[in-house]
């Protein structure tokens, strides 16, 4: 199990076997984080295969459980942890501590959970930002289809009435064109930006106003 780097009984240091478990468990576990996030969760479980990546955790579980027992055999891990903590005993080897496999199990398990959660929250985040992204390209696309519709009816019935002003009032006429010519520059120059400036729109509409 993980415990802390500190831990010391009375003035001896733990074994070396003891402190190389625990950067074998560090490093297994971060593995198993950042593998489950990065492929296993995106490739497997988002894709719909549901049976198999549950397939997978529990696989992983048993590898993760057998690595722990091949490493502590390696390290002679019970030996050195025995003769520790009963130096005047001889060693003589054990069924293994079931409270001490349990809990490493639920670390993986702990680890499996937490970076599914990451990845699921990351897909989230991802299909909300295209989400946004598809709407104002929606938006975007019903303005400039409504630009279009509207543009052309306003122009014509504009120059049909300023045409009618003609047989009425020279003056106003050639006002009226002069104002049309600065709304029509807005709507095809000005108006395809992005960002146009209030002073800009104020100008405009006091044109029209007056």
Request: aromatic share 16%; hydrophobic share 45%.
């Amino acid at each position: 199990m993980l415990s802390p780097l500190s831990w010391r009984m009375g003035d001896n240091e733990l074994p070396d076997a003891f402190w190389y478990k625990q950067v074998f468990l560090i490093i297994f576990l971060i593995g198993v984080f950042y593998s489950n996030v990065s492929i296993t969760v995106p490739r497997i479980l988002l894709k719909g295969k549901n049976y198999q990546y549950i397939l997978l955790v529990v696989g992983g579980a048993i590898l993760f459980y057998f690595s722990i027992i091949y490493f502590e055999q390696f390290i002679k891990y019970p030996q050195k942890m025995h003769e520790f903590f009963n130096p005047n005993k001889p060693y003589s080897p054990r069924g293994r501590w079931l409270p001490g496999d349990v809990f490493q199990i639920l670390l993986y398990m702990v680890s499996i959970g937490l970076s599914t959660s990451l990845a699921l929250v990351q897909k989230w985040q991802r299909d909300e930002v295209e989400r946004q992204d598809l709407e104002k390209q929606k938006i975007n696309t019903e303005l400039s289809y409504l630009k279009a519709q509207i543009n052309p009816h306003f122009f014509f019935n504009t120059l049909n009435n300023i045409y009618s002003l003609t047989n009425l009032d020279v003056k106003k006429a050639q006002e009226a064109l002069l104002k049309l010519s600065r709304m029509m520059r807005y709507v095809l120059y000005e108006n395809q930006k992005d960002v146009t400036l209030l002073k800009k729109k104020s100008t405009l509409f006091k044109t029209i106003l007056s």
